[in-house]
């Protein structure tokens, strides 16, 4: 017991470094993070529990829950960073628990520890854990429902869960969903809810078909294993009614709510666009071929993938037996193939969609790590090719990184020294191996991922985040706001950045290139009004423009190279702002100005 909560506490604490270190400190990333702290901000600030808006627009993208966890946060923490992203870190805490129990549970807590660090340190789970996106909260939920089914069913003595308290566990595994629902939509309980009833399915030995061709073999077994009398035997086992009831309970009523409040419009959006025509479409240009997620999951559990193969191949081995471990690992690998195989069939493919199925990865890869440091696995290849694969990595990495910085975020170069972890990493673990050091192999290779995820995700990507520099343009429209004792509206012309709205506190209206210099002048003659606009668009209609806005400001675009983003304002608003600016139009001279912005001088 003693030694188990050591590798408890252990894991927690390392996982804890990776997801919490410098959490608030990197701006608002990508389109999806300010968008969702956008929307919790309004939110809070419109006093609104069931409608989600951004921008002063609809959000019908995803469900509440995740708003709601940061308007918890928000009123504790303050609006910012560390409290958009908070729960997404203690959720991914809470999910690296989950994973460390079940291991423990089923195998030994060596397993549960390597399990533990195995998702905390790959490349893909960190990214949910420490953004401000409702992954992790899904993540947790599901894998919540699992192991509360696991321990109510899959891991009772009996593996028959017909007791009290295992029919208890059941319906909380139901519950669970419910909020899984709430978190992400109809896969919250789709996915868990098909993993447990496949289990149900390949309970019972499929006939073997001893005598047949192959292809015969292969169709008597699907035959058998999609005969109604089977399925039906599978739905009574999961306590599917029951458990669906309890599902639609947790989250119903904000549908039907959130439905009543905006006339059925979010409902049709979410469910018709969002759910059933990214299925069966890309959208916003995120497709790929049928093998994409194999490959992607390679990357996702880097460097622990490498161990996959061989890891899945005995998995398969011992799945076939009918003893406890057997059960379990069937329970993993169904976990694992159901959503590798129904993102693969989606139309909309994102990396992120296959990091529920993390767990059941990293679950599988450390019993068999487990076992080869134990002894009873004398795969010796593996551990070398994984050796030889992190020191060439790490080459690359170091090479790489210093080309990409120096093109994109000059100054940055440095942060190559990245792929020394790597480098460093892999020629620990090739002496450990000659010295015939198992342990010692393992050590380094958790060390150096450690060191690399901590150190991408905690001090590089705060790094690269000060080169988003919005802010600066913010602080003036929030000086001119405060200034002006009439509203100021402002636009974005042809670009909208959805961290600008965040920045800014306010909504941006948003003026597509159709509409044309015209609209921008009517508006400009409405009262206070500002622009943001690219130097490129600006340089196209600055002539159409006269003089009703001149530049005031300018801040170059986040990992766009030569680009940059004006700020122009009317002459009502020039004289509200104690610096002067130009107002001849694009040729002007520029000088320094705080938080990297420029300023605009005649």
Not at 285 to 311: K, M
């Amino acid at each position: 017991m003693t030694s188990s909560r050591i590798y408890f506490g252990l894991a927690l604490v390392l996982a804890g470094s990776v997801f919490f270190v410098n959490l608030g400190q990197a701006r608002l990333w990508d389109r999806d993070e300010p968008r969702n702290a956008g929307c919790a901000r309004e939110m809070l600030e419109r006093h609104d529990w069931v409608v989600p808006v951004f921008n002063g627009e609809l959000r019908d993208h995803k469900p509440v829950l995740l708003y709601w966890f940061m308007m918890l946060a928000y009123s504790v923490f303050g609006i910012n960073e560390f409290a958009a992203r908070f729960f997404s870190a203690l959720f991914g805490l809470g999910t690296v628990a989950i994973t460390y129990d079940l291991g423990r549970r089923a195998f030994r807590p060596e397993v549960g520890f390597w399990a533990a660090l195995m998702l905390a340190t790959c490349m893909m789970f960190p990214v949910a854990a420490r953004a401000a996106t409702p992954d992790s909260v899904l993540i947790f939920f599901s894998t919540a429902a699992l192991w509360l089914y696991a321990q109510g069913y899959v891991l009772a003595p009996s593996g028959a869960g017909a007791s009290r308290s295992g029919t208890g566990l059941v319906l909380a595994s139901y519950a669970s969903m419910g909020l899984a629902v709430l978190a992400k939509g109809p896969i919250g309980f789709l996915l868990p809810a098909g993993i447990i009833g496949l289990y149900h399915m390949v309970e019972e030995p499929l006939p073997r078909g001893d005598g047949l061709p192959r292809f015969a073999r292969w169709l008597a077994g699907i035959r058998e294993l999609l005969h109604p009398a089977r399925i039906l035997a599978a739905v009574r086992k999961m306590f599917l009614l029951p458990g669906l009831l309890v599902t639609l309970a947790v989250a119903m009523p904000w549908y039907i709510w959130v439905g009543m409040r905006t006339n059925g419009e979010w409902l049709k959006g979410f469910f018709l666009t969002h759910n059933v025509g990214r299925f069966l479409h890309p959208m916003e240009d995120h497709s790929g071929p049928i093998f994409y997620y194999p490959l992607v999951l390679f990357a996702c559990f880097f460097p622990w993938a490498l161990f996959l193969i061989s890891a899945l191949a005995q998995g398969i081995k011992t799945a076939q037996s009918t003893k406890p471990p057997g059960r379990f690992m069937r329970f993993l690998l169904i976990w694992a193939a159901v959503y590798i195989v129904f993102f693969s069939l989606a139309g909309t493919k994102l990396p992120n969609y296959i990091t529920p199925s993390l767990p059941a990865f990293a679950l599988v890869t450390a019993w068999w790590l487990d076992a080869w440091l134990r002894g009873s696995e004398s795969n010796r290849r593996s551990p070398y090719a994984v050796a030889w694969i992190l020191t060439g990595s790490g080459l690359v990495v170091a090479v790489a990184i210093p080309i990409a910085a120096h093109i994109f975020l000059p100054g940055e170069e440095i942060l190559g020294i990245l792929g020394l972890v790597w480098l460093a990493g892999g020629v620990a673990c090739l002496l450990a191996l000659r010295r015939g050091q198992r342990l010692g192999f393992m050590v380094a290779l958790a060390t150096a991922a450690w060191v690399f995820v901590v150190g991408l995700f905690g001090v590089a990507a705060v790094r690269v985040s000060c080169h988003q520099r919005f802010d600066y343009l913010a602080g003036i429209l929030r000086e001119l706001r405060t200034s002006s004792q009439e509203p100021v509206t402002v636009a974005a012309y042809d670009s909208l950045e959805p961290s600008w709205v965040f920045y800014l506190g306010q909504p941006i209206q948003f003026l597509p290139a159709s509409q044309g210099p015209d609209r921008i002048r009517d508006l400009a003659k409405s009262g206070d009004f500002c622009l943001l606009v690219t130097r490129k668009r600006y340089e196209q209609i600055c002539e159409k423009l006269g003089r009703d806005l001149v530049p005031i400001a300018g801040v170059p675009y986040f990992l766009k190279k030569h680009e940059e983003i004006l700020l122009l304002g009317t002459s009502e608003v020039l004289a509200k702002l104690d610096q002067p600016a130009a107002r001849s139009g694009p040729d002007h001279t520029a000088e320094a100005a705080p938080a990297g912005g420029t300023v605009h001088r005649r």
